[in-house]
């Protein structure tokens, strides 16, 4: 068998990827809500793997890995990995699970990542009290998520609106308007800020309790100072996890040893790794055991047996495994469920992605209905991730400028 293309097209919200055989057989992948501007590097990598056998999965990702890193270049290396094993899985006739080494539990746990609740009780939810009805009512759906995660402090601003504060920069010292805050906002938080988010959190809990766990994603940019007063104020509330306080998100480094200051000094969890781009770069986080928590996002890390790699290898230091789900949409959620259903028991929780947007679940075949109960996703067992596009209807979705890209 033999790589004779690879296409993009944007279906709804996602990039999707499409390796094409000379056997029929295709591999899909997608990529990150929202980040068009990567369809253009989609050729670069197809000249590189063209002819080679998909099915040799290690064999191709050698041509392509080293030209990749951290975002945005990791996410079509990534993506076309994940079109790889479904392919070989397709052809050999089994679920990629099984190529992974086999899966080791039949339900797997998400947290709440892009999935939206139809009818909140607070469809604008002003207080952190109307926020925590909300989390609990994601507990009370069906669905049943068990872990939620806010955003909080520098991450998307939000906290910063609800608490009724000014823009994060004006929070901070010194004060710095113009810096770009999806890099670095890099400064010291206000007494004032620090202790508004601190009493924004424990009103939230005051009403969720220990009825669903929450995670919490705040930053990056905080100093390593303030990362650790709110670590130690939060000690009593037992959130799940504090997410990327110091980088993360799209900050081409991890600056592990500022991570480990705040790890080991308080006992809140303390997670990382959502932006990192393969297993080499993970090796101080882990080896130093720099954080409690990492979470390598398939799409953006090299692949799902990057990601296996790494879960196999942060066990081995106690370190616990969160994956992040960019909102790859049902392609996404299918990769994340097969590898998580392999990792070993450090496993907590992937980040369900949603597909976006709803129709996304009428122009697939293959999901188990219902997809998400109770917190997890139920193992299923068709070849390949177990998803296939309905050429029919998939097409009437497609922009002008990709109508080719299911011939
Ligand atoms: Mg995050």
């Known amino acids: 068998m033999k790589i004779t293309d690879v296409k993009s097209a944007i279906i709804g919200n996602n990039i999707v990827i499409r390796v ?22 989609v050729s670069y990598y197809k000249d590189l793997i063209l002819g080679c056998d998909p099915t040799n999965v290690e064999f191709v990702m050698r041509r392509i890995r080293r030209a990749g890193a951290f975002k945005p270049w990791g996410k079509i290396v990534s993506t076309i990995e994940m079109a790889l094993w479904d392919i ?27 999935f939206s609740n139809p009818n909140p009780p607070h469809p604008v939810a002003d207080t952190p009290e109307k926020q925590g009805e909300n989390i609990l009512a994601l507990r ?41 805050w999806m890099l670095d906002n890099g400064s010291l938080l206000t007494e004032e800020a620090l202790d508004a988010y601190i009493d924004h959190i424990a009103r939230i809990k005051s009403v969720v309790k220990n009825r669903v766990g929450l995670a919490l994603d705040c930053g990056p940019g905080m100093t390593a100072v303030d990362a650790l007063k709110l670590a130690k104020a939060l000690e009593p509330f037992n959130i799940v996890w504090l997410e990327d306080t110091i980088a993360g998100d799209y900050t081409p480094f991890t600056l592990a040893h500022v991570y480990r200051d ?22 101080e986080l882990i080896e130093n055991r720099a954080v409690n928590v990492i979470g390598p996002d398939p799409a953006d890390v090299g692949g799902i047996a990057e990601l296996k790699w790494i879960a196999e290898y942060s066990d081995l230091h ?54 998400l109960r109770d917190g997890h996703v139920t193992v299923w067992d068709k070849p390949g991730f177990g998803v296939e596009f309905n050429v029919n209807k998939a097409s009437e979705y497609l922009r002008e400028e990709d109508q080719d890209f299911f011939r």
């Open 140 to 180: 009370e759906l069906p669905e049943g998520f068990t872990i939620v995660k806010n955003a909080g402090v520098f991450h998307g601003m939000g906290f910063f609106q609800s608490a009724g504060l000014d823009e994060p920069a004006y929070n901070t010292y010194p004060q710095e308007p113009e810096a770009s």
């Open 262 to 283: 705040i790890t080991i000094n308080t006992t809140t969890p303390i997670h990382t790794g959502e932006q990192i781009y393969l297993r080499q770069n993970f090796r």
């Open 20 to 41: 094409v055989t000379d056997k029929g057989i295709d591999g899909y992948g997608e990529v990150e809500e929202g980040k068009d501007f990567v369809q253009p590097l």
């Open 318 to 371: 106690g370190i616990l495994m969160a994956p992040h789900g960019t909102i790859d949409g049902v392609f996404g959620m299918a990769a994340l469920t097969h590898v998580c259903s392999t990792m070993p028991q450090n496993f907590i929780a992937y980040e369900y992605p949603a597909g976006h947007p709803d129709w996304w679940y009428d122009i697939v075949d293959g999901l188990p209905d219902p997809l």
């Open 88 to 114: 070989a899985g397709k052809d050999a006739g089994i679920p990629v699970y099984k190529l992974l080494g086999g899966k080791v539990r039949d339900r797997v746990r998400v947290y709440n990542g892009s």
